[in-house]
């Protein structure tokens, strides 16, 4: 399903620069990926940054690890980003003057509504109506944003540019070509967690961040169960690359069958339990 909405949905909107290159695709059949044996001779990278948060999670990315070495892969273990830290930074800083700027492009196509037409008019709202709109967190992160300039400010300049050299070029880009590999593996995070009002919504220790930084492909397929709750597995690589991706994840889904039909369960009266 996924290929086949990507082979209608590819191709460049003139709203949006960042996706001109993608006029080169347009016409390509993504379904033509879907190769059952598309694991094998395929280097697959294991990025062992993201393991750790939950040992469930680990044994099945090492369960994975053996079944895609079954299916024909070479495995590189591990293949670690070296600056999956330091690009965290300057991208949050990209992500706060964006946030502020896209918002206010959003609320102007869609006509303002409500009268709201800048991220200040929400954050306002926000405050008039704080019992209903902020009963337990506040808008540290819109309050954040606000704070910041125009797109054409310095800070958000050399933010993006570092963001993007560190995810690209030393990133990804640098970690494929040394050891030559079709796509980067990493459990796409842990199992979901409860958002308590002590602890708010915690880390998730996800694997989609470097991907999402680049403006690379990432394609995310079931990887089996902990206590019940669904696991991933999250497959990367280099720009472009959305073909491969789908013919080893797609292989890797064939090989492994982890996908259980979604139960219907009742409600949990958790203030009760």
Known sequence: DAAAML???????????????????VGTDYTSFLDEDGLRGARIGVERSYFGA??????????AILSMAAAG???????????????GAPSF??????????????????????????????????????DREMPYFGQETFLEAEGKGPLTSS??????????RLSRDEGIDALMEEHQLDAIVAPTTRPAWKIDLVNRDVSSNGSSGPA???????????NGYVHGLPAGILFFG?????????RIAYAYEQATRHRQAA???????????
């Open 93 to 130: 800083q990209v992500l706060l003057y964006e946030l502020k700027a896209d918002l206010a492009a959003y609320l102007e196509m869609s006509g303002r509504p409500n009268g709201m037409a800048t991220l200040a008019d929400i954050i306002a709202f926000n405050e008039a109506d704080s």
């Open 263 to 273: 139960k219907l369960l009742p409600t949990l009266d958790l203030a009760n339990l």
């Open 73 to 87: 892969a070479t495995i590189v273990d591990p293949a670690n980003i070296s600056t999956r830290v330091s690009m």
């Open 238 to 246: 280099r720009a472009w690359s959305e073909g491969v991706l789908i």
């Open 7 to 25: 082979t209608a949905l590819v191709g460049p909107d003139p709203r949006d620069p960042m996706s001109t290159p993608s006029a080169d695709f």
């Open 54 to 63: 939950q040992p469930g999670v680990d044994q099945l990315m090492e369960d």
């Open 155 to 164: 800070e958000y300049l050399v933010s993006k540019e570092l963001a993007r």
């Open 212 to 222: 999402a930084i680049a403006g690379y492909p990432s394609i995310t397929v079931p």
